[in-house]
């Protein structure tokens, strides 16, 4: 296994897990939504306002490939929709293994109102 994938809904835990996981495998960490506002200059929030859902997945497409092909093992945080893109899954399975976690519709709620930043830096989970 080159790489571990991390996958589920927003506030499932994947950053958090990710990073001890990271840790105890002294493998590298990559937060996907991280490195996509990092490459952009600006918020996951602003890239949908400006190029839409599809610019975004544009975006993290490529951040995934990127990241997959690197030859350190690196346990990565993907965002909670890049794994409905067919060439996100590909390259997924063939570099790496893939965890779905999960949580209670509850427990994820109060992480997503829970966290300042995520309503700051993502766009709204509905249009209402």
């Not at 590298?28 to 996951?44: K, P, R, S, V, Y």
């Not at 997959?68 to 063939?94: F, K, S, Y």
Request: a neutral charge.
């Amino acid at each position: 296994m080159k790489h571990l994938f991390l996958i589920g809904y927003r506030g499932c835990g994947k950053s958090t897990v990710g990073r001890g996981l990271a840790q105890v495998l002294q493998w590298e960490f990559l937060d996907t939504d991280e490195a996509i506002e990092q490459a952009a200059g600006m918020t996951i929030r602003e890239i949908f306002a400006k190029e839409g859902e599809a610019g975004f997945r544009d975006r993290e497409q490529t951040i995934l490939a990127e990241a997959a092909d690197d030859v350190q093992p690196t346990v990565l945080a993907l965002g909670g929709g890049a794994i409905l893109r067919d060439a996100n899954r590909r390259v997924i399975q063939r570099t790496g293994c893939c965890v779905w976690l999960q949580a209670s519709a509850r427990c994820l709620a109060d992480r997503i109102t829970g966290d300042a930043s995520s309503a700051e830096r993502r766009p709204a989970l509905s249009s209402r």
